[in-house]
Protein backbone atom coordinates (compact mmCIF):
# COMPACT_ATOMS: atom_id res chain seq x y z
CA UNK A 1 0.00 0.00 0.00
CA UNK A 2 2.94 2.50 -0.75
CA UNK A 3 1.62 6.03 -1.19
CA UNK A 4 4.21 7.33 -4.03
CA UNK A 5 6.14 4.38 -5.88
CA UNK A 6 9.17 5.04 -8.31
CA UNK A 7 10.18 2.55 -10.29
CA UNK A 8 13.18 1.37 -10.69
CA UNK A 9 15.03 2.26 -7.81
CA UNK A 10 18.61 1.85 -9.17
CA UNK A 11 19.25 2.73 -12.83
CA UNK A 12 23.23 2.75 -14.35
CA UNK A 13 23.25 3.08 -18.03
CA UNK A 14 25.55 4.71 -20.55
CA UNK A 15 26.02 7.62 -22.04
CA UNK A 16 23.88 8.67 -25.03
CA UNK A 17 21.34 6.32 -23.75
CA UNK A 18 17.24 6.90 -23.17
CA UNK A 19 15.22 5.81 -20.29
CA UNK A 20 12.38 6.45 -18.02
CA UNK A 21 11.39 6.77 -14.51
CA UNK A 22 7.73 5.63 -13.74
CA UNK A 23 5.61 7.38 -10.54
CA UNK A 24 2.44 5.93 -9.45
CA UNK A 25 0.59 7.50 -6.08
CA UNK A 26 -2.67 5.92 -4.66
CA UNK A 27 -3.38 9.30 -2.44
CA UNK A 28 -6.21 10.77 -4.37
CA UNK A 29 -3.65 13.75 -4.76
CA UNK A 30 -4.12 16.10 -7.84
CA UNK A 31 -0.72 17.21 -8.40
CA UNK A 32 2.43 15.66 -8.56
CA UNK A 33 6.47 16.51 -8.58
CA UNK A 34 9.96 15.67 -9.86
CA UNK A 35 12.56 16.65 -8.15
CA UNK A 36 16.52 16.59 -8.41
CA UNK A 37 18.91 16.10 -5.54
CA UNK A 38 22.36 16.28 -6.55
CA UNK A 39 25.34 14.57 -4.97
CA UNK A 40 25.38 17.41 -2.38
CA UNK A 41 21.64 16.59 -1.11
CA UNK A 42 20.52 19.64 -3.10
CA UNK A 43 16.64 19.74 -3.89
CA UNK A 44 15.76 21.01 -7.21
CA UNK A 45 12.09 20.86 -8.95
CA UNK A 46 12.30 19.75 -12.32
CA UNK A 47 8.18 19.76 -13.47
CA UNK A 48 4.75 19.35 -11.49
CA UNK A 49 1.46 18.46 -13.25
CA UNK A 50 -1.88 18.86 -11.85
CA UNK A 51 -3.98 16.89 -12.94
CA UNK A 52 -2.42 15.55 -16.26
CA UNK A 53 -1.80 19.56 -16.62
CA UNK A 54 2.36 20.63 -16.76
CA UNK A 55 2.29 24.04 -14.75
CA UNK A 56 5.68 24.07 -13.43
CA UNK A 57 8.62 23.52 -15.77
CA UNK A 58 11.99 24.71 -14.62
CA UNK A 59 14.95 25.40 -16.49
CA UNK A 60 15.74 21.86 -17.40
CA UNK A 61 17.33 20.62 -20.61
CA UNK A 62 14.80 19.82 -22.97
CA UNK A 63 16.09 16.13 -23.13
CA UNK A 64 14.42 15.65 -20.15
CA UNK A 65 10.64 15.20 -20.88
CA UNK A 66 7.57 14.40 -18.24
CA UNK A 67 4.75 12.77 -19.35
CA UNK A 68 1.26 12.32 -17.07
CA UNK A 69 -1.42 9.58 -18.51
CA UNK A 70 -3.26 10.61 -15.70
CA UNK A 71 -3.21 12.37 -12.65
CA UNK A 72 -2.08 9.09 -10.12
CA UNK A 73 0.91 8.93 -12.59
CA UNK A 74 4.30 10.78 -13.47
CA UNK A 75 6.63 9.39 -15.79
CA UNK A 76 9.99 11.39 -16.50
CA UNK A 77 11.70 10.17 -19.66
CA UNK A 78 15.26 11.10 -20.48
CA UNK A 79 17.14 11.15 -23.74
CA UNK A 80 20.94 11.18 -24.76
CA UNK A 81 22.03 10.58 -20.79
CA UNK A 82 24.97 12.22 -19.50
CA UNK A 83 27.10 11.79 -16.61
CA UNK A 84 26.07 15.05 -15.62
CA UNK A 85 22.28 13.37 -15.29
CA UNK A 86 23.78 11.23 -12.25
CA UNK A 87 21.68 11.73 -9.05
CA UNK A 88 18.43 10.88 -6.94
CA UNK A 89 15.02 11.19 -8.62
CA UNK A 90 12.33 11.72 -6.28
CA UNK A 91 8.58 11.93 -7.30
CA UNK A 92 6.24 13.58 -5.12
CA UNK A 93 2.72 14.14 -4.68
CA UNK A 94 0.60 17.08 -3.16
CA UNK A 95 -3.34 17.06 -2.57
CA UNK A 96 -3.23 20.52 -5.17
CA UNK A 97 -1.23 22.51 -6.37
CA UNK A 98 -3.11 25.60 -4.29
CA UNK A 99 -2.46 23.82 -1.05
CA UNK A 100 -0.21 23.11 0.96
CA UNK A 101 -2.04 21.78 4.03
CA UNK A 102 -0.94 18.14 3.88
CA UNK A 103 2.80 19.00 2.58
CA UNK A 104 4.33 16.80 -0.14
CA UNK A 105 4.28 12.86 0.01
CA UNK A 106 7.70 11.67 -1.56
CA UNK A 107 8.80 8.28 -3.23
CA UNK A 108 11.88 6.44 -1.76
CA UNK A 109 13.67 8.18 -5.04
CA UNK A 110 15.60 6.42 -7.87
CA UNK A 111 19.30 6.58 -8.30
CA UNK A 112 20.34 7.07 -11.81
CA UNK A 113 24.27 6.61 -12.06
CA UNK A 114 25.33 7.54 -15.67
CA UNK A 115 28.56 5.90 -16.85
CA UNK B 1 13.77 35.83 -4.58
CA UNK B 2 11.69 34.14 -1.74
CA UNK B 3 14.91 32.08 0.36
CA UNK B 4 15.37 29.37 2.63
CA UNK B 5 18.89 29.26 4.98
CA UNK B 6 19.82 26.51 6.67
CA UNK B 7 23.29 27.68 8.01
CA UNK B 8 24.71 24.60 9.73
CA UNK B 9 25.71 22.33 6.59
CA UNK B 10 26.19 19.42 9.32
CA UNK B 11 25.91 19.18 13.19
CA UNK B 12 27.26 16.63 15.48
CA UNK B 13 25.66 15.95 18.77
CA UNK B 14 26.22 12.87 21.14
CA UNK B 15 23.59 10.20 21.38
CA UNK B 16 21.17 11.26 24.44
CA UNK B 17 21.72 14.82 24.01
CA UNK B 18 19.74 17.75 23.10
CA UNK B 19 19.45 19.37 19.58
CA UNK B 20 18.47 22.49 17.89
CA UNK B 21 18.48 22.73 13.95
CA UNK B 22 17.99 26.12 12.58
CA UNK B 23 15.90 27.34 9.92
CA UNK B 24 15.28 30.58 8.57
CA UNK B 25 13.25 31.94 5.68
CA UNK B 26 13.77 35.39 3.47
CA UNK B 27 10.22 36.41 3.02
CA UNK B 28 7.92 38.64 5.67
CA UNK B 29 4.26 36.90 5.08
CA UNK B 30 2.78 34.27 7.00
CA UNK B 31 4.80 31.05 5.38
CA UNK B 32 3.59 27.23 5.21
CA UNK B 33 6.77 26.02 7.00
CA UNK B 34 7.41 21.90 7.17
CA UNK B 35 10.66 19.80 8.56
CA UNK B 36 11.35 16.62 6.01
CA UNK B 37 13.97 13.97 6.66
CA UNK B 38 15.61 11.60 4.95
CA UNK B 39 17.50 8.98 5.96
CA UNK B 40 20.17 7.21 4.33
CA UNK B 41 18.58 5.65 0.87
CA UNK B 42 15.55 6.66 1.65
CA UNK B 43 13.00 9.25 0.50
CA UNK B 44 11.48 12.31 2.30
CA UNK B 45 9.32 12.04 5.79
CA UNK B 46 7.34 14.93 6.52
CA UNK B 47 8.36 15.15 10.62
CA UNK B 48 6.00 18.39 10.55
CA UNK B 49 4.08 21.15 9.48
CA UNK B 50 2.86 24.92 10.69
CA UNK B 51 0.27 26.95 9.14
CA UNK B 52 -1.25 28.78 11.84
CA UNK B 53 -2.11 29.12 15.16
CA UNK B 54 0.22 27.87 17.84
CA UNK B 55 3.75 28.24 17.40
CA UNK B 56 5.03 25.60 18.74
CA UNK B 57 3.80 22.33 16.84
CA UNK B 58 4.84 18.70 17.67
CA UNK B 59 6.31 16.28 15.27
CA UNK B 60 6.27 12.73 14.61
CA UNK B 61 9.62 10.77 16.50
CA UNK B 62 9.31 13.67 19.09
CA UNK B 63 10.51 16.16 17.26
CA UNK B 64 9.07 19.91 17.28
CA UNK B 65 9.48 23.05 15.95
CA UNK B 66 8.64 26.58 16.62
CA UNK B 67 7.81 29.57 14.59
CA UNK B 68 9.08 32.97 15.56
CA UNK B 69 7.59 35.68 13.00
CA UNK B 70 10.05 38.50 14.59
CA UNK B 71 12.84 36.14 13.51
CA UNK B 72 11.71 34.57 10.53
CA UNK B 73 12.80 30.87 12.14
CA UNK B 74 11.10 27.96 12.44
CA UNK B 75 13.88 25.82 14.08
CA UNK B 76 13.56 22.07 14.99
CA UNK B 77 14.39 20.85 18.67
CA UNK B 78 14.20 17.27 19.87
CA UNK B 79 15.22 17.30 23.93
CA UNK B 80 16.93 13.85 23.62
CA UNK B 81 18.18 12.22 20.03
CA UNK B 82 18.91 8.13 19.30
CA UNK B 83 21.64 6.95 16.53
CA UNK B 84 18.50 6.42 14.82
CA UNK B 85 17.85 10.15 14.21
CA UNK B 86 21.02 10.38 12.04
CA UNK B 87 19.74 11.29 8.92
CA UNK B 88 19.43 14.62 6.58
CA UNK B 89 17.17 17.33 7.56
CA UNK B 90 15.65 19.43 5.27
CA UNK B 91 13.54 22.36 6.19
CA UNK B 92 11.07 23.67 3.31
CA UNK B 93 9.13 26.91 3.36
CA UNK B 94 5.55 27.36 0.90
CA UNK B 95 4.46 30.88 0.21
CA UNK B 96 0.90 32.28 -1.64
CA UNK B 97 2.32 34.13 -4.20
CA UNK B 98 4.65 32.15 -5.24
CA UNK B 99 1.82 29.25 -5.88
CA UNK B 100 2.03 27.41 -3.18
CA UNK B 101 5.41 25.79 -5.06
CA UNK B 102 7.74 24.74 -1.32
CA UNK B 103 11.10 26.19 -1.69
CA UNK B 104 13.95 24.47 0.06
CA UNK B 105 16.74 24.88 2.04
CA UNK B 106 20.15 22.99 1.56
CA UNK B 107 19.64 20.48 4.07
CA UNK B 108 21.53 19.72 7.32
CA UNK B 109 23.16 16.04 7.85
CA UNK B 110 22.87 15.02 12.09
CA UNK B 111 25.93 12.68 12.53
CA UNK B 112 25.23 11.25 16.47
CA UNK B 113 28.32 10.76 18.27
CA UNK B 114 27.51 6.93 20.67
Known amino acids: DTAVSQTPKYLVTQMGNDKSIKCEQNLGHDTMYWYKQDSKKFLKIMFSYNNKELIINETVPNRFSPKSPDKAHLNLHINSLELGDSAVYFC??????????????FGSGTRLTVV | AQSVTQPDIHITVSEGASLELRCNYSYGATPYLFWYVQSPGQGLQLLLKYFSGDTLVQGIKGFEAEFKRSQSSFNLRKPSVHWSDAAEYFC????????????WGAGTKLIIKP
Open chain 2, 92 to 103: AVGFMDSNYQLI
Open chain 1, 92 to 105: ASSQDSLSLSLGYT
